[in-house]
């Protein structure tokens, strides 16, 4: 290790303003509206009557050192070297010249970068890392995203439902990203409480704490061969790790009972009804890599139902609040189970309180 | 190698096929030249034989003086995948709005082709830069490396994390604040915050420039800052009329969608009754032409989003209803500092602040960091009779 | 302050070394802990924050991370938690 004075620290990130392509430095806080020439392609136009073309290209998320200096090549040769992620990991062109809109989308496109997601698309599918590079995932994410979009793509490359459609998948119930409040959410999950590993527990967890990391209170203290040990209640057990999170002895992977489930009709914008979360629609769906022909299955159905059905501007959760719960089960033809009836905390929030039925 | 790799990685083949970009085309293309992601597909090739992960809860790492930043990975068959055996990931603090110029991003590539897998996420969920896995020694000269190139670690464990904003006044005409240099003024204030661990948990601050809410502040962030006016929404008539003379239904596209039914068209004419306005962003998303935010910009501030565990996923709740954007940083940071003072000494072990908020109810908590009541932090007043009557220490009651 | 900070980072240091393998202590705790011994007239929140960061640039002590939740320990050689 050098010598610590050298060492350059809590500087944060670079400056954002030297990122800024010109015309976005002239134009900061001027733009007026914007329009939309064809998927994967803006045009925003400022009040000094300057324009801007921004081209929106799919990436898996995880990308290769080799794929981002592709980029940057074409940064250069096509939008003066400037170009931008968005918060669904798709990349973004910006160009000052539209004449370069044409070649550069050639060019994505022979390198198997997609154009689209804008509008009403179904844009990239915001994901988690899997068995890419987490340890408590419950099924692979980056796999699965990629079998959805290849069976979907064409609603990333057009723009044909009658609003936006947000897919995001978490591989467990952490849920790192907005999962519980997209318009379909794809989540991992496991079926059966944890296995515990007795012999190496009291040595690498601390008790009370993984004690007290149950949320429904389902872990007590016990001995094993004399030393302080846990015992699992598992009726109360829901599966959801947490106690793993806390305590590697308490193991809940599982290749043959962990799988995934689907959430329908969340949201985070605030247009027109408010940010809301996803609601349980297949409680589950075999673990089945590589290409997860179930999972696959059952999120084309919901979308193809969805963009058949709803109306224009209605988002997944506002098309089922106008035909109702009973309804979607009907033309989905997913089964309502018993699983779909909350039993956690205030779960009377999702009862009928009322006499208002649509048959 | 190429073919060995191949031969190897038959059911990961299977996702190379298709049209969406893949992510094991990446990992191939890092596999030719760089050992660690030769292995990574070997193992993750593995994991897709046995469907099950194949690493362990980290341990100690990470770099001299931050407690933040570094993720530890190890794998759990090191001895068939050597080359993983410690596969640490690095998060760094992304630039506001996700920016970057071909040099600044060829300057991190060469870093971490010297130093790591050569894989990458652009971008984590949170938000960061991640460059995915590489060896214990590497991370001290992978940091300085990234300090002299001028980009420094994001947060991780009990820390607060890289913020993240929309892309916002940059390329935005509904940003009603300036959400970048909001985001970059925060990660910048509170490196200390972000890198040397002192809260019970983890703590998210995102800003949206507008309700449209593009970094999902509410469902995300425990301080979620969304833009949004207090005056007249702006009214261009004659680029309503264009709007209409182009075939858009404006009363039903427009009006019809309105959650408060503030609007009305005549045929000529469109009526707000902005009073009524509850600042949803429908009718801008359609006619930016002839719509958008009023004058009097500025932010909402919300408290306490996050993802299920424990006690189930919390959206975050209005804590200060109007904010000007003038007074919009400085009113941040003096909140957080009452925030972080009164979570980080009554929060238990891992509790979020919603959690908290929970625990002890927002009525003590607004007491706590000196906030007065509002209605608009409320859908509607409680609706049981169980309260909890204060009497001051002259006897009087308190409201 | 009243107290010296190199006294306080001596006995927070000694506080880590106690709880060493009994629990993950917060920073949050040591400085509670320092509080509670010395009064909140002589010490404070800021005071123990300068001791832990001394602590820690020079080595003697390292966050920790398990589970979610940082601490603060002693350096040890590097692993991987066994389970």
Known sequence: ?359 | MGDDTKSNTKLLDELEKGPWPSFVTEMKKAAETNPMAKDLLGQLELSYEERIGHWKHGGIVGVMGYGGGVIGRYSDVPEKFPNVAHFHTLRINHPSGWFYTSEALRKLCDIWERHGSGLTNMHGSTGDIIFLGTKTNELEPVFQELTQAGFDLGGSGSVLRTPSCCVGQARCEWACYDTMATCDSLTRAYQDEIHRPAFPYKFKIKCSGCANDCVAAIARADLSVIGTWKDDIQQDDAAVSEYAAAGLDIQKDVCDHCPTKCMQWDGKKLAINNRECVRCMHCINVMPKALKPGKEKGATLLIGAKAPIMQGALLSSVLIPFVPAAELLDTIKELVSRIWDFWSEYGNNRERVGELIQRIGMPAFLDAIGLDPVPEMVTAPRDNPYIFFQTKEDGQETK | MAVPLETLVEEIYKMVVDLQGKKNVRAMSLTKAMIDKYGAGEVNKEDCKHAIRQLIDSGRCVYGYYGGESFITIPRKEEAASG
């Open chain 1, 1 to 359: 290790m050098s010598e610590p004075a050298k060492r350059i620290t809590d500087i944060g990130p670079p400056p954002y303003e030297k990122f800024l392509h010109p015309l976005i430095k002239k134009n900061y806080g001027k733009w007026l509206y914007h329009e939309r020439p064809a998927p994967g392609v803006l045009c925003h136009i400022s009040e000094t009557g300057d324009k801007l073309y921004t081209v929106r290209a799919a990436t898996p998320r995880l990308l290769s050192i080799q794929t981002i200096r592709m980029f940057a090549d074409l940064a250069d040769k096509y939008s003066g070297g400037y170009l931008r992620f968005t918060s669904r990991n798709n990349v973004e062109f910006l160009l000052d010249n539209p004449d370069n809109i044409e070649p550069l989308k050639k060019e994505l496109l022979a390198a198997g970068f997609l154009v689209g997601g804008t509008n009403n698309s179904i844009s990239n599918i915001v994901h988690t890392q899997g068995w890419i590079h987490c340890h408590s995932a419950a099924t692979d994410a980056s796999g699965i995203v990629k079998a959805v979009m290849d069976a979907l793509h064409d609603h990333f490359t057009e723009s044909k439902l009658p609003a936006k459609l947000r897919i995001a998948l978490a591989c467990c119930l952490n849920m790192c990203g907005a999962v519980h409040c997209s318009d379909i959410a794809i989540l991992g999950v496991h079926r059966k409480p944890p296995k515990i590993k007795r012999d190496v527990l009291s040595k690498v967890c601390e008790i009370p704490t993984l004690i007290s990391s149950c949320p429904t209170g389902a872990i007590r203290p016990a001995t094993f061969e004399g030393k302080p040990s846990v015992e699992v209640i598992e009726e109360q057990c829901m599966y959801c790790a947490n106690c793993y999170t806390v305590c590697p002895a308490m193991t809940l992977n599982d290749p043959d009972n962990d799988g995934l489930s689907i959430w329908v009709g969340g949201k985070v914008s605030n247009a027109r009804s408010a940010p809301r979360f996803s609601k349980l629609a297949v409680p589950f769906l075999p673990n089945n890599p590589p290409r997860w022909p179930e999972v696959v299955d059952a999120v084309v159905n919901i979308v193809d139902v969805y963009a058949r059905n709803a109306r224009k501007f209605e988002r997944m959760g506002e098309w089922i609040d106008r035909i109702g719960w009973p309804r979607f089960f009907e033309l989905t033809g997913i089964e309502f189970t018993r699983y779909h009836i909350d039993d956690f905390k205030h779960a009377g929030t999702t009862f009928a309180r009322s006499a208002h039925l649509k048959f």
